[in-house]
């Protein structure tokens, strides 16, 4: 069974830092692209940041530079850390298991979301 587990979220402050944390289980997380997406209200979700399993990374123009997307495979987690934060970072962070080329986190090739962790930034 695919779990996907966020935490992390929270409160901070314009221009702090927070670090978010997805727990993975139940698929072959190694091969698996993540991802961070986040839902503002009355917005569309929107792509944050993904990492291959590999290890190589992409990011949205609007958090370049800002934010840092990691993983450990050992552990099958994959992390957001966040910095400079800006109020309009403020949204729901979800994780995403992403079935892409020949690697799928199951044999449906379905893509797999978390719950959600809210991210409030207050200016």
């Known amino acids: 069974q695919v779990q996907l587990v966020e935490s992390g979220g929270g409160l901070v402050q314009s221009g702090g830092s927070l670090r978010l944390s997805c727990a993975a289980s139940?698929?072959?997380?190694?091969?698996?692209?993540m991802g961070w997406y986040r839902q503002a209200p009355g917005k569309g979700r929107e792509l944050v940041a993904t990492?291959?399993?590999?290890?190589?990374?992409n990011y949205a123009d609007s958090v370049w530079g800002r934010f840092t997307i990691s993983r450990d495979n050992a552990q099958n987690t994959v992390d957001l850390q966040m910095s400079s934060l800006k109020p309009e970072d403020t949204a729901v962070y979800y994780c995403?298991?992403?079935?892409?080329?020949?690697?799928?986190?199951?044999?449906?090739?379905?893509?797999?979301w978390g719950q959600g962790t809210q991210v409030t930034v207050s200016s």
């Open positions: 995403k298991a992403e079935s892409v080329g020949g690697a799928a986190v199951e044999s449906t090739r379905r893509d797999y």
């Open positions: 139940g698929f072959p997380f190694r091969l698996i692209t």
């Open positions: 990492i291959t399993g590999g290890g190589r990374t």
